[in-house]
Antibody, heavy 118, light 113 residues
């Protein structure tokens, strides 16, 4: 079955960078886009962007342009989210999600809590 | 960006009663090329990731109980739970996948009255 296993929680200082990983299994890694969605404490869902693991093509939400980078490692079926210049407002749970046909997010990782605090 | 606005922000419904959540988009999400509405609904329970319930505005994801239904077209959409069960307590989000960024509504918290 499809599994998306994310890396563990992180605590970072303002201005630092964070990398969150999402290891996929149970399907052909290069056949489906992977999206990143975040959720600040007690808040709603915010779409950050997606990556096509086949060609590493990315689309980022404008709100994160210049601070976000999504990459993948096909040898380990893992996608990575790098977010730089962290500020307190970036404190959130970060989810990866696999998109089936038409970008529907049918499978989700367990989430990774990132805390940004001095 | 396409803005998704849900109403109400929270809702309390008695067990067995109908629950209705609305979602409005700032632009149409109806594609003229395939006559489909690029609108989905997700359910999120505390401590869990979201779960896809409905796509194309009205198509239930496999395994979703038939008490969940979606309707609407263009810019106005509705998620209806025909007979509320205790396990339906959650936050519900609409999302458009018509154009990037694939924006979500702010969420509607559904509780038992």
């Amino acid at each position: 079955q499809v599994q998306l296993v994310q890396s563990g929680a992180e605590v970072k200082k303002p201005g630092a960078s964070v990398r969150v990983s999402c290891k996929a299994s149970g399907y052909m890694f290069t056949s489906y886009h992977l999206h990143w969605v975040r959720q600040a404490p007690g808040r709603g869902l915010e779409w950050m962007g997606r990556i096509n693991p086949r060609g590493a093509y990315t689309v980022y939400a404008q709100d994160f342009q210049g601070r976000v980078t999504m990459t993948r490692d096909t040898s380990t079926s893992t996608v990575f989210l790098d977010l730089s210049s962290l500020r307190s407002e970036d404190t959130a749970i970060y989810y990866c999600a696999r998109a089936g046909v038409w970008e529907l997010l049918g499978d989700w990782g367990q989430g990774t809590l990132v805390i940004v605090s001095s | 960006d396409l803005v998704m606005t849900q109403s109400p922000d929270s809702l309390a419904v008695s067990l067995g009663e109908r629950a209705t959540i609305n979602c409005k988009s700032s632009q149409s999400v109806l594609s003229s090329s395939n006559d489909r509405n690029y609108l989905s609904w997700y359910q999120q329970k505390p401590g869990q990731p979201p779960k896809l319930l409905i796509y194309w505005a009205s198509t239930r994801q496999s395994g979703v109980p038939d008490r969940f239904s979606g309707s609407g077209s263009g810019t106005h959409f509705t998620l209806t739970i025909s007979s509320l069960q205790a396990e339906d307590v959650a936050v519900y989000y609409c999302q458009q996948y018509y154009t990037t960024p694939y924006t979500f509504g702010q969420g509607t918290k559904l509780e038992i009255k």
